[in-house]
């Protein structure tokens, strides 16, 4: 079964600095896919960023970017000049199988300060 | 487009009762998911249907809760006779296909006390 750890509870960043989000998976899927998702205070989730596992480039989305190290099994997410309304809660999910189910993480709380 | 509807947005109900939300997913998503996201911690998949049947539902309770999808469209969940342990948000999500690839879109989710 795939297990997802998010190591930060919360995390704090000024704004317009930039911010490193950790997570690291366990999976037995050769081929998957890994998501990043933003549930803001509304409680709608958004995605934010999504990465093929076959591919080695890393997957960038405007200010978010993700650094994937497939051997390490890890998928941490970056945002760059961060901004006020990136205050969220972030989950990392990999998705696998012929039904794409979704494995969510805990959730990394983000606070950016003015 | 309009977006992934639910309702309600909030419930509060006596344990042992009953509890119906209901979701209508974007037009022409032919996946439709239920997950259970409990304070804390992240959602976990319930039910998932493609079309009107049932893809995944390892997850689900069946001794309370039930969920259907009839016409392949909106769906109902429903929880009979409810747990203090089943407070939580219900979140309701579609994609256009089911596959690892696809992008699912979330509902605004319903928030359930059980008292």
């Known amino acids: 079964a795939q297990t997802v750890t998010q190591s930060q509870p919360e995390m704090s960043v000024q704004e317009a600095e930039t911010v490193t989000l950790s997570c690291t998976y366990d999976t037995s899927e050769s081929d998957y896919y890994l998501f990043w998702y933003k549930q803001p205070p509304s409680r709608q989730m958004i995605l934010v960023i999504r990465?093929?596992?076959?591919?080695?480039q890393n997957a960038t989305e405007n200010r978010f970017s993700v650094n994937f190290q497939k051997a390490a099994k890890s998928f941490s997410l970056k945002i760059s000049d961060s901004q006020l309304g990136d205050a969220a809660m972030y989950f990392c999910a990999p998705a696998g199988g012929s039904q794409g189910n979704l494995i969510f993480g805990k959730g990394t709380k983000l606070s950016v300060k003015p | 487009e309009a977006g992934v509807a639910q309702s309600p947005r909030y419930k509060i109900i006596e344990k042992r009762q009953s509890v119906a939300f209901w979701c209508n997913p974007i037009s022409g998503h032919a996946t439709l998911y239920w997950y259970q996201q409990i304070l804390g911690q992240g959602p976990k998949l319930l039910i998932q249907?493609?079309?009107?049947?049932?893809?995944?539902d390892s997850q689900l309770p069946k001794d309370r809760f039930s969920a259907e999808r009839l016409k392949g469209v909106d769906s109902t969940l429903k929880i009979q006779p409810a747990k203090l342990e089943d407070s939580a948000v219900y979140l309701c999500?579609?994609?256009?296909?089911?596959?690892?690839?696809?992008?699912?879109?979330f509902g605004p989710g319903t928030r359930l006390t059980v008292l």
């Open positions: 990465q093929e596992a076959y591919k080695q």
């Open positions: 999500a579609s994609s256009f296909i089911q596959g690892t690839y696809n992008e699912q879109f």
């Open positions: 249907f493609q079309n009107n049947g049932v893809v995944d």
